[in-house]
């Protein structure tokens, strides 16, 4: 039987465009009304995910819920926390910042409405994107006011995708048993804790709301929803996930430009 449905957001529940597409809101909703529980699963902050569990009325039912910041936050259908875990200090900040150094990666740290980026690699992927923050550019973190490290939401790395393929082994070898790194586009890496992940949150989402795991089914793309699909009873990688991710799914569905999931869950669910 089915009693949750989690999925990541960009590039699983939302198209290209950053919408949910008629079909598969259309879709969530009505499950929703069945006593199915709808949770978005994302490396973005409650405000962001939110506006889209608007548009699927999560609020309207008390099972339902976000998991945010990649597993860092867990909260209800209305947006109230029912878990936090320790954000990356700024102790680690600096170590994470001597490998973006080491790699020539540029590095973003995200805060409440504010983000500083550190231009190591020079890529200029960054240039046009994140008109919601207020974006800061500084050559060290020092720069950076620490009083602001209270509400350090998250770091990321970017590079170009054929740069990252090459030093993406020798990273995690260096980052192994101090902190979790996953790959969530081809030029963007996201840093958290060692050992948060989106399926450790799913887990403890599931016993919060006392629903078995084998109960649930996960859909995603990338490397950072690699945990969450094994976890979940039934793990769905999208047409468009990356490759490693497919592998390791139960099964595949269909592109999110295209109701993916949508038609996925009609197919299985009715």
């Not at 008629?22 to 199915?36: H, M």
């Not at 550190?118 to 207020?134: L, M, R, S, V």
């Not at 139960?250 to 109701?259: E, L, V």
Request: charged share 20%.
């Amino acid at each position: 039987m089915l009693k949750l449905i989690a999925m990541d957001m960009d590039g699983t529940l939302l198209n290209d465009c950053q919408q949910i597409t008629p079909y598969t809101q259309k879709k969530l909703i009505s499950l929703q009304e069945q006593g199915v529980a709808v949770v978005l699963a994302s490396g973005r902050d409650i405000q962001s995910l939110k506006e889209y569990g608007d548009i699927l009325h999560l609020s309207d039912y008390p099972q339902s819920g976000y998991i945010c910041l990649n597993g860092l936050m867990i909260c209800d259908s209305l947006g109230d926390i029912l878990y936090t875990h320790n954000k990356l200090t700024y102790e680690e900040s600096l170590i994470l910042e001597d490998l973006a150094h080491q790699y020539q990666l540029d590095m973003i740290l995200f805060f409440e409405k504010t983000m500083f980026v550190i231009k190591y690699g020079n890529t200029g992927i960054i240039e046009h994107h994140f008109k919601a923050f207020q974006k800061y550019m500084v050559h060290h973190i020092q720069e950076i006011p620490q009083h602001y490290f209270q509400n350090l939401k998250k770091i990321a790395f970017i590079q170009k995708e054929e740069v990252l393929n090459q030093i993406i082994p020798s990273l995690q070898n260096e980052v192994k048993n101090q902190f979790d790194m996953c790959r969530v586009d081809v030029d963007w890496i996201e840093m958290n804790p060692y050992g948060i992940h989106k399926g450790f949150a799913l887990k403890q989402y599931a016993h919060i709301k006392n629903i078995p795991l084998e109960e649930i089914i996960a859909f995603g793309n990338g490397e950072n929803d690699i945990e969450m699909l094994k976890i979940a009873g039934k793990g769905i990688a999208m047409e468009n996930s990356f490759e490693n991710v497919q592998k390791i799914a139960d099964d595949i569905c269909g592109n999110c430009n295209d109701d993916g999931i949508g038609q996925y869950l009609t197919e299985k669910y009715g």
